[in-house]
């Protein structure tokens, strides 16, 4: 079974460029996330879809983040414009169902964004 | 609001040794929690998932209990080997469907 496919696996931008990272869940699963993993911290929840509808996106920046999951397959990450705070792994995880109540989370390998 | 809190943060023993990794959280209203590793510059693998209902899961040499009443949860890593050097996240699912992470714990196991 593939897991989740996640690109591109780094990205150097200068501050105030855009980024856009892309996610392709496991196949079958409904939930998608996307968890900021600031280095030495865990990953916090930016936003999480099921199927194509937005569940929680109460800690996304919104004058800068954005994410669509059209279809409710694949999913878009958008940063513009960046800030060096945004320096950071972004995780894309899915699970079958919503992962806090008693479905099991898979992550990709995460893509690694350096704003200087 | 949930609080996850893993001690120590970082951890190092000798091969052979057993691992004991600590995860503690402050609201005892659970669905679920799991443990995931992390290699550097890696994303997240699941280790074990535990439903709130149970009190431990096994798989090879990991063990994890939960205890939902003292807001604990421990991972225990038999004979530990150089290849179980890694970061450890625990996290806990809460009955609003999020899951909390903790900051980790980093094991480095010395041949």
């Known amino acids: 079974e593939a897991g989740v496919a996640q690109s591109p696996r780094y990205k150097i931008i200068e501050k105030r460029q855009s980024v856009a990272f892309w996610c392709n869940p496991i196949?079958?699963?409904?939930?998608l996330y996307w968890y900021q993993q600031i280095l030495g911290q865990g990953p916090k929840l930016l936003i999480q879809?099921?199927?194509?509808?937005?569940?929680?996106d109460s800690q996304l920046p919104k004058d800068r983040f954005s994410a669509e999951r059209l279809k409710g397959v694949d999913s878009t990450l958008k940063i513009q414009p960046a800030k060096l705070e945004d320096s950071a792994v972004y995780l894309c995880?899915?699970?079958?169902?919503?992962?806090?109540?008693?479905?099991?989370?898979?992550f990709g390998e995460g893509s690694r964004l350096t704003v200087l | 609001k949930q609080e996850v809190t893993q001690i120590p943060a970082a951890l190092s023993v000798p091969e052979g040794e057993n691992l004991v990794l600590n995860c503690s959280f402050t609201?005892?209203?659970?669905?679920?929690l799991q443990w995931f590793r992390q290699d550097p510059g890696k994303g997240l693998t699941s280790l074990l998932l535990?439903?709130?209902?149970?009190r431990e899961q096994t798989s090879g040499r990991l063990n994890a209990s939960l205890d939902k009443s003292s807001g604990r949860s421990t991972l225990y890593i038999a004979a530990s080997q150089p290849g179980d050097s890694a970061t450890y996240l625990c996290?806990?699912?809460?009955?609003?469907?999020?899951?909390?992470f903790g900051a980790g714990t980093t094991v480095t196991v010395r041949a």
């Open positions: 995880a899915s699970s079958k169902g919503l992962a806090g109540n008693t479905g099991e989370l898979f």
């Open positions: 196949s079958g699963h409904a939930t």
């Open positions: 879809f099921q199927n194509n509808g937005v569940v929680d």
């Open positions: 609201d005892s209203a659970i669905y679920n």
């Open positions: 535990i439903q709130s209902s149970q």
């Open positions: 996290a806990v699912g809460g009955a609003d469907y999020k899951l909390s």
